[in-house]
């Protein structure tokens, strides 16, 4: 089991950037995948980005590429997803991941093993 903290979250006006932390402690972090994930009031949660163990691969949702870029720093047990260009519709509460295997194996929260309490993020117009 890994226990996921995130933080960074906050209030910024459109066009801003935000850059969101999670810090892991517990099973050997760099074994597995990464993800993030977020969820509005009255949505279901959906899918951001993810990043392999290595950081070698990455994959994100269409609503955020281009504008969001996930990374990892295993010796630091760190993950970050810097957020550009926000938009008002990127409001929500954004959730870090674990995933269950070192590849990035699905986009689904099914596909994701522990969570983290998650961080606000609201875009001001």
């Known amino acids: 089991q890994v226990q996921l903290v995130e933080s960074g979250g906050g209030l910024v006006q459109a066009g801003g950037s935000l850059r969101l932390s999670c810090a892991a402690s517990?099973?050997?972090?760099?074994?597995?995948?990464m993800g993030w994930f977020r969820q509005a009031p009255g949505k279901e949660r959906e899918f951001v980005a993810a990043?392999?163990?290595?950081?070698?691969?990455?994959y994100y949702a269409d609503s955020v590429k281009g504008r969001f870029t996930i990374s990892r720093d295993n010796a630091k047990l760190m993950v970050y997803l810097q957020m550009n260009t926000l938009k008002p519709e990127d409001t929500a509460v954004y959730y870090c991941?674990?995933?269950?295997?070192?590849?990035?194996?699905?986009?689904?929260?099914?596909?994701?093993?522990?969570w983290g309490q998650g961080t606000q993020v609201t875009v001001s117009s």
């Open positions: 991941a674990s995933g269950v295997r070192a590849w990035i194996s699905g986009n689904r929260p099914a596909d994701f093993g522990s």
């Open positions: 517990g099973r050997t972090f760099s074994n597995y995948a």
């Open positions: 990043i392999s163990w290595s950081g070698g691969s990455t």
